[in-house]
């Protein structure tokens, strides 16, 4: 996970940040299971991450609109260039990129559950 | 893994295809290690497929310009709408979707290894 550490950004303060685009999962995910043993669904407020640990809660940001959701990482991905984080249905449409597919975002660490 | 496989063709002969859009891994997932165990190399021929068992043998074809690759499942995604398998890079080359990025193909199950 040290590679992924390097592609974000710890600050003095040992924040962990990082920015890119996020897509969300296609609606078929619903009732899989995720990389981490939990059970996607929709309309919980979890996400898919390359290098962060489970149960990592990070502020997701959509730029454009300046709205933010916190997601749970339960899940690994994307693998396309520039993709930073898969968001669940529900956060996808809380920070406004479902009509666009996929967006810009900022991410940062707040938390661990 | 049923709900995948609904959403492929199983034909009279048992033979699963699936028409979808294909991208390929970032370069920094080099060195990474899959969902199968491997380590993923951007110079083998392999994919991440949602539901297909591991060590199964796809023939992934870019209808156009007809150029098609044997790769091996060792990794799970994608989660975005409409993707149906994500390449390495030695077989997103073969197929010359590099430069588009994400780019319509059609799968097949010829084999295991």
Known sequence: TGLGLLAGCAS??????QSGKASFYADKFNGRETASGTTYR???LTAAHNTLPFGTVVRVTNP????????????????AKGRV?????KAARKIGIVDAG?????????GHK
């Open 42 to 44: 929709p309309n919980k």
């Open 64 to 79: 454009r609109n300046n709205r933010s959701v916190k997601v749970t990482v339960t899940d690994r991905g994307p693998h």
């Open 12 to 17: 003095s303060s040992g924040t962990f940040t």
């Open 85 to 89: 984080i898969d968001l669940s249905k």
């Open 102 to 110: 996929v967006a810009p975002v900022e991410l940062k660490v707040v």
